[in-house]
């Protein structure tokens, strides 16, 4: 059964620093992963979108990592922002990206 | 068209009652999904159309939902005989290739 299981559940840190924030998945076959933001009550806005040949990518003060060999991607957020606030999906798609995984998400409160 | 529209944003129905939803999705995109997510938790597939051919429906999708996309452009999702249980968020995604998914900001049901 494909799984997308993150860590942790949620998460508080002062404002101005950082935070990991994990993925663990079990999705074949493996087409890409996707970290999204979602604000309370929005839809996901995807953040970074890796493939299996890519180690990390960047998107402003968000990067993330994929280890496809132990199946595992980390979103690192860099000097944190009170608008960082949000709950933040990892994704993994199977099947040339017609089906997705969802993750239960890591919620992160960034208090000033 | 700068994204994926969904309406209503809110709806507040009484137990039995009929409701529909509707997603516009960005235009070219063949791909369109409607998933359902409960609070704290990830989005749930619910079901997905290539165009107006519906391919895949979760085990999720009980009898009493119905979701239609007849001209290959917007999709509807009808549920009859609303319960307390349906009470969530429902987002639309649409994808032109399986790569890119665009979300919209989700219709938000409660059920009373």
């Known amino acids: 059964k494909n799984q997308v299981e993150q860590s942790p559940q949620s998460l508080i840190i002062l404002e101005g620093k950082n935070c990991t924030l994990q993925?663990?998945?079990?999705?074949?076959?493996?087409?890409?992963l996707r970290w999204y933001k979602q604000d309370t009550g929005r839809g996901p806005v995807s953040l970074t979108i890796?493939?299996?040949?890519?180690n990390t990518k960047s998107n402003g003060r968000y990067t993330a990592t994929l280890d496809a060999d132990t199946k595992q991607s980390s979103l690192h957020i860099t000097a944190s922002q009170l608008s960082d606030s949000a709950s933040y999906i990892c994704v993994v798609s199977a099947n040339a990206g017609n089906m997705l995984t969802f993750g239960g998400g890591t919620r992160l409160m960034v208090k000033p | 068209d700068t994204g994926v529209s969904q309406d209503p944003r809110h709806k507040i129905t009484k137990r039995g009652q009929n409701v529909t939803f509707r997603c516009d999705p960005i235009s070219e995109h063949n791909r369109l999904y409607w998933y359902r997510q409960t609070l704290g938790q990830g989005p749930e597939f619910l079901t997905y159309f290539q165009n107006e051919a519906q391919l895949e429906k979760s085990r999720l999708l009980s009898d009493r939902f119905s979701a239609e996309r007849p001209k290959g452009s917007f999709s509807t999702l009808e549920i009859q005989r609303t319960e307390q249980g349906d009470s969530a968020m429902y987002l639309c995604?649409?994808?032109?290739?399986?790569?890119?998914?665009?979300f919209g900001s989700g219709t938000r049901l409660t059920v009373v």
């Open positions: 993925c663990n998945y079990t999705v074949s076959p493996f087409s890409n």
């Open positions: 995604a649409t994808t032109p290739e399986g790569y890119g998914y665009t």
């Open positions: 890796m493939t299996f040949s890519e």
